[in-house]
């Protein structure tokens, strides 16, 4: 029977990555019968399609259950092996009601599902980088707010696609070296698409984490911000930048000691239904936390904006001396043109 193999996020949890993988490898996966979705979830034998298939689950929102399933269907056809593995990957569908969709393919269709999850310390502090801080709020208010409006949530998308898959199809990991094969995302991720690791290119991850003083007075300055789809002010303040000396940003202790309150339990009941011989394994574990050693200090604020300060000083004075160069060349290249073919300027 062909197979559905569906990622389906958690957000935060290497989606991008995972997504670029895929890309990267395309032509040797489709050599091994895994056939990638494009964005208007169609497939090409060699696997030459484009477009994320996020922008096809936004534009058909409320799509009911039979409808996608016949546009899936169609756009299946188009490969003729009858062992075919189809891989659709976008986050999107750890979004209640998205399982619905594939129920009407179930008779049809092998279905499993790879879903990756992420400790919960750190998917705040990834959270509050992504959305909170836009919304002007501080690491320790949009925690609360997170916390007291229940999420992350991943027992929602667990129940909801273990109905409609079955446990044994679900293939659930939290994204961290100790629960996943080998240590390693893409040998986790080959895994479950039954495909060898080997001959497979593994890809960077480029998501480079912005300095945390740059983060926390860009919450207190939000205006900045046209909506929480705007990375501008980030991106611009981070050009050039590879990360490294970056400040991390970090929880206090007693912010980290009530999320590993909240969560742990909750994660030790994932990890006996998901993966029973881890069980007993600090998910949220002290160890390698990311706590702030000293609570912060009087003082910080301004840090901070010293620290943004330096780095607008910083860029204008590179693209100062980008310009000077370009103008520099551009005069040197005028004044070749100007010669004659035997040196002599023309008059």
Same mark, same amino acid.
């Given at each position: ?47 030459? +399609? ?232 600090? +998910? ?31 860029? +204008? ?31």
């Amino acid at each position: 029977m062909r197979e559905l193999l569906l990622h389906i996020g958690h957000p935060k949890t290497g989606s991008s990555t995972l997504q670029a993988f895929l890309a990267r490898n395309a032509e040797e996966l489709a050599r091994r019968g895994l056939f990638l979705a494009g964005g208007d979830l169609g497939f090409d034998p060699h696997n030459k +399609v484009s477009g994320n298939p996020l922008h096809y689950f936004r534009a058909n929102a409320g799509i009911a259950p039979e409808a996608f399933a016949e546009h899936l269907r169609a756009r299946m056809a188009a490969i003729e092996a009858p062992d075919a593995r189809f891989v659709l990957s976008t986050e999107i569908l750890f979004n209640p009601g998205h399982a619905a969709l594939f129920v009407p393919l179930l008779g049809e269709i092998s279905v499993r599902v790879a879903y990756y999850i992420r400790r919960q310390d750190r998917v705040l502090l990834a959270a509050w980088r992504q959305w909170g801080l836009k919304r002007g709020l501080s690491l320790p208010e949009f925690i609360a707010y997170r916390m007291n409006s229940g999420l992350p949530d991943y027992e929602t998308t667990i129940a909801e696609w273990g109905e409609v898959a079955g446990d044994n199809a679900l293939h659930l990991r939290f994204l961290d070296p100790r629960f996943l094969t080998r240590g390693d995302l893409f040998a986790d991720f080959a895994e479950f698409l039954k495909t060898p690791a080997e001959g497979l290119a593994a890809v960077a991850n480029e998501n480079v984490s912005p300095d945390a003083r740059l983060l926390r007075f860009l919450s207190r300055h939000s205006g900045l911000f046209e909506s929480l789809d705007d990375d501008r002010p980030i991106d611009v303040l981070t050009m050039g930048r590879s990360g490294d000396g970056a400040e991390k940003l970090k929880l206090p202790k007693n912010l980290f000691d009530l999320v590993r309150r909240r969560y742990e339990v909750r994660n030790q009941e994932i990890l006996a239904r998901f993966m029973p011989d881890r069980t007993g394994l600090a +998910v949220i574990d002290e160890a390698d936390a990311p706590i702030e050693e000293t609570q912060a200090s009087a003082g910080a604020e301004a840090r901070d904006a010293e620290h943004v300060t330096a780095r607008l000083v910083d860029l +204008v004075s590179r693209q100062e001396r980008t310009l000077q160069a370009l103008r520099t060349r551009i005069e040197k290249l005028e004044a070749e043109r100007a010669k004659d073919p035997d040196g002599s300027t023309r008059g």
